[in-house]
């Protein structure tokens, strides 16, 4: 639920909005829509996890203004309108003080103003203290064993007048009512877990992913891709389009039932009627992919032999599993890795000679052997123990020579380790290592060539860009705004674009990246990450059996360097603390954005393309009482097939002030409309939903004076405005 402060972010994927209005309505329905279910809905991070940088420990100095203006806002509409279950605190500091021990949220906002009674939790590792957590709120410590709050860790607190046993009965309750809740106490036994697909799901997520797709550019009307059109074309297929970018990294990458391509989905919707030709263009890789082919383990099956010692002495194992897959040993959810001593051995027989690449990492000391030459050697531990786990350290590639049919005794031999764990402790002692491969003929491939000789053949040029897991993940922000690897994709895309007039991007990211090429391309589709019908979804799209309604969430800039947070983010570190000023204040994403030159931006807050088109008309405002407004207008299909849009009202003082936004979003509705149809829509706003915090009175204020209401289809389309006078400021009561 945390906003989007920077595009670098390295959770903004799995996060709805920069806007605090439309992530907080967004996560209140997801609440909604749970809880009806009897499943308890946690919302997280409170507060202010907008970046991964240091997570566990950085400081964030936020003015109280931008505090509850924008960060805390999401959740304290979703706490006052979805009213979830439970809350899970952020790892971050703010201000000074760890979330899950911070009185002033947990104790004075969160339970005192916002009225909540649910259970708070800490993120997983994220409990820093016994005493003060305990005090500030903090009902239960994740996961276990704790850490924290071990019984001679609670007595003692109780006997030094630390902990009250009234506070210890307060977090117990919390934790015993929501037990209560989900039926824990009339049915206690936890049955085994299980995914259902039926074909009802299949449809919900298709449709959803496709709703939630944004066109950005269609220049000469280039999509639809008709199928009655295409038929008997060719069709360049090139970069990620056999991958299915279904979600982004860390805890989001979960097991889906399937996973549909875009080579896949294409083919589903246009069937034999066009040739698809594909051609990868691009290495996207972050890391060499582990060792798996042309291995056989100490048995003669094919795969790795792994063992596993409880001391580095020479011991026998007392664990061994033959028919390892491949190179890499992960220690989640392997309880019985901590603590030990790992080798894996493996006879290697290439099937082609060459200098092929290797790469390779371990948590702890490491060394890989091949025909008992050391190739690799780490003495230390790995400085970013999750960052290593999530696939995002950068590993040395070198080269070592083979020969093919002949047969090499490669071993690696990692040890857990020994140093203190930064992440909460939750991967203390926990032993993985990985052996990237490539061949020599794959790495060194002349893959942009072939791309473009394939576009230049074709009819139309689809060029799939975007971040794999690796790429874009929990546990660490974005090394940079453009595409991965090396600008391999953009050089993609240009080139491709300079040998096929026709050519469509197709963009898989949870974040704006930079688009050097968007002048020379016909088409851009934005898709996020939309599960496992992505390639379906996608074909739906192109084809025109759907007509893209998505709208932006986020501000798109040209340059990283206009960013709001550019210069102040992820912070800077001295004596050890890492310390980021939140020094934009309220002046996030659009309110930044909209005080710039409109050059500046690639696509704004709110924006999305369709293939019809929409009019906004005929706005009118009524106060209905002393604290809200009714607001009218028409919506009109003015194209020649049916569609959607999104109507967006914002709110903003006729004349404008330094130190507030030129306009917020205050309301905002979907409207299907067929072909010429036109419709009124009604919203409903009052005071609150345009109030400012004013920190020297402490309290929610709308100044007296001249406000105008616009509406419009993104923040920098107006197509209606009305002016309203309001006499007399007043505090607002939230």
């Not at 919900?204 to 008709?226: C, F």
């Not at 690897?485 to 040998?499: F, I, T, Y």
Request: proline share 5%.
């Amino acid at each position: 639920m945390c906003n989007h402060r920077h595009p670098l972010g390295g959770r903004n994927f799995e996060s709805f909005s920069e806007d605090p209005l439309l992530a907080g309505k967004l996560a209140a329905q997801v609440v909604i829509g749970l809880q009806e279910k009897g499943v308890a809905a946690t919302i997280k991070h409170f507060t202010a996890n907008e970046q991964e940088t240091e997570r566990l420990s950085v400081d964030e100095i936020i003015p109280e203004r931008a505090l509850r203006e924008i960060y805390m806002k999401p959740f304290e509409i979703s706490v006052k309108e979805g009213k979830p279950w439970a809350l899970m605190t952020a790892y971050n500091k703010v201000n000074g003080h760890h979330c899950d021990a911070h009185p002033f949220l947990l104790q004075q906002v969160l339970r005192g103003e916002w009225g909540w009674k649910g259970l708070v939790m800490s993120d997983w590792g994220g409990t820093n203290s016994t005493a003060d957590a305990l005090n500030a709120g903090l009902d239960l410590e994740m996961p276990g064993p704790t850490r924290h709050r071990t019984f001679e860790a609670v007595s003692h607190a109780i006997k030094k007048g630390l902990v009250s046993e009234a506070t210890i009965d307060d977090r117990v309750r919390n934790i015993l009512e929501l037990i209560e809740i989900v039926g824990g106490f009339k049915n206690p036994e936890i049955p085994p877990e299980k995914s259902i697909d039926n074909p009802a799901h299949r449809k919900l997520i298709r449709d959803v992913a496709g709703q939630g797709m944004v066109l950005l550019k269609n220049e000469d009307n280039a999509l639809p891709l008709k199928k009655e059109e295409l038929k008997g074309k060719k069709v360049a297929l090139l970069g990620l389009a056999k991958e299915a970018l279904i979600h982004g990294g860390g805890s989001a990458s979960l097991n889906s039932h399937y996973r549909i391509s875009p080579w896949e989905g294409l083919h589903n919707v246009y069937g034999d009627s066009v040739e698809f030709k594909f051609a990868k263009g691009a290495h996207t890789y972050r890391l060499l992919p582990p060792l798996a082919n042309d291995c056989t383990d100490a048995n003669g099956k094919s795969g790795w032999t792994l063992e596993y010692f409880a001391k580095d002495n020479g011991e026998k194992p007392f664990k061994t599993e033959h028919g390892y897959k491949d190179a890499a040993f992960s220690p989640l959810g392997n309880d019985s890795a901590k603590w030990k001593t790992l080798q894996l051995t493996t006879t290697y027989t290439p099937s082609t000679s060459g200098s092929h690449y290797l790469s390779c990492s371990g948590l702890g000391p490491t060394v890989i052997t091949i025909n008992d030459e050391v190739v690799y050697d780490q003495k230390n531990d790995c400085d970013d123990a999750m960052g290593f786990l999530l696939g995002g350290i950068a590993e040395e590639e070198f080269t070592y020579s083979f020969t093919q049919g002949q047969s090499y005794s490669i071993k690696i031999h990692s040890a857990p380790p020994g140093g203190a764990d930064n992440n909460g402790g939750i991967l203390e002692g926990l032993p993985a290592f990985r052996l990237g491969f490539m061949q020599q003929e794959d790495h060194d491939a002349d893959l942009l060539t072939e791309a473009v000789d394939l576009a230049r053949e074709c009819d139309v040029a689809i060029v799939f860009t975007g971040h794999t897991p690796v790429w874009e993940t929990e546990g660490q922000d974005q090394k940079t705004f453009n595409l991965p690897k090396d600008g391999s994709q953009d050089k993609l895309v240009e080139a491709v674009a300079g040998a096929n007039s026709k050519t469509v991007v197709v963009n898989s990211t949870g974040v704006a990246v930079a688009m050097p090429w968007l002048s020379k391309v016909s088409a851009v589709l934005q898709t996020w990450f939309p599960g496992q019908e992505a390639g379906n979804a996608i074909a739906d799209i192109l084809s025109g059996a759907v007509n893209p309604s998505g709208r932006l969430p986020i501000s798109w800039p040209k340059r990283l360097e206009d960013a709001p947070a550019y210069g102040n983010f992820p912070g800077e570190k001295k004596d050890g603390q890492l310390t980021v000023r939140y020094d934009e204040g309220v002046f996030v994403g659009y309110r930044h954005y909209d005080r710039l030159a409109k050059d500046k931006m690639l696509f704004p807050f709110g924006y999305g393309l369709s293939y019809t088109t929409f009019q906004i008309k005929d706005a009118q405002v009524s106060q209905s009482s002393a604290e809200s407004f009714n607001v009218s207008f028409k919506v009109a299909n003015t194209g020649s097939q049916a569609g959607s849009t999104v109507a967006q009202l914002y709110i903003g003082r006729a004349n404008q002030s330094p130190d507030h936004p030129i306009k917020t979003l205050a309301a905002f509705q979907k409207v299907a409309l067929e072909a010429s149809q036109e419709q009124t829509v009604e919203l409903t706003v009052s005071l609150k939903d345009f109030a400012y915090f004013d920190e020297a009175s402490s309290s929610w204020k709308v100044d007296r004076g001249e406000y105008v209401f616009h509406v419009g289809q993104s923040v920098a389309s107006i197509e209606a405005a009305v002016s309203v006078e309001l006499e007399g400021s007043r505090q607002v009561k939230l």
